[in-house]
T-cell receptor
């Protein structure tokens, strides 16, 4: 199994809503990532978890809150988002912090209305 | 921190034409280099990677890339493209032992049948 599974695939939320994006991998990878990708732009790193500890936080607004409940799961909690937060949110994992190869999920396409 | 530049935003080729996509990075130390492909509606997939050793790296689907340290470049090549190669191509870089992977802006390749 070399898949990174993200749910939901699509999400529409209002600016006052609270929602969560979920990511799961069963490859035994110990590093997991959240990226944000706007249309026709490259993925931008948001957060990195290494061995279930937050190791990189790229100055992301606090309305995005990551959580790593265990080594297979990564969540991104969303609250009070803005329309400009609409984007494709990508989860990735790699075996460890050496980042020999990152496997990406298909992403959650988020629309904030 | 490392950064990546991809010079071609959109490349249009006919089938059987040869392809070369440019990628330059800026980072003073040793780097790991990657090329990812994103087919329409699909997730990012690794085409090839370079860590050390032979600077000419062969990947999947007939792609190859050459690391030229003196030029800080890692250009992607394919001798003869197919219509199915139509996709977005991203170059990425990270420093060894560092899971902070940065992507270039991407190059959209359109192959006409």
């Amino acid at each position: 199994d070399t898949e990174v599974t993200q749910t939901p695939k699509h999400l529409v939320m209002g600016m006052t809503n609270k929602k969560s994006l979920k990511c799961e991998q069963h490859m035994g990878h110990r590093a997991m990532y959240w990226y944000k990708q706007k249309a026709k732009k490259p993925p931008e790193l948001m957060f990195v978890y290494s061995y279930e500890k937050l190791s990189i936080n790229e100055s992301v607004p606090s309305r995005f809150s990551p959580e790593c409940p265990n080594s297979s799961l990564l969540n991104l909690h969303l609250h009070a988002l803005q329309p400009e937060d609409s984007a494709l949110y990508l989860c990735a994992s790699s075996q460890d912090e050496l980042l020999t190869e990152a496997f990406f999920g298909q992403g959650t396409r988020l629309t904030v209305v | 921190a490392q950064s990546v530049s991809q010079h071609n935003h959109h490349v249009i080729l006919s089938e059987a034409a040869s392809l070369e996509l440019g990628c330059n990075y800026s980072y003073g130390g040793t780097v790991n280099l990657f090329w990812y492909v994103q087919y329409p509606g699909q997730h990012l997939q690794l085409l090839l990677k370079y860590f050390s050793g032979d600077p000419l790296v062969k990947g999947i689907k007939g792609f190859e890339a050459e690391f030229i340290k003196s030029k800080f470049s890692f250009n992607l090549r394919k001798p003869s493209v197919q219509w199915s190669d139509t996709a977005e191509y991203f170059c990425a870089v990270n420093a060894p032992n560092n899971n902070d992977m940065r992507f270039g802006a991407g190059t959209r390749l359109t192959v006409k049948p």
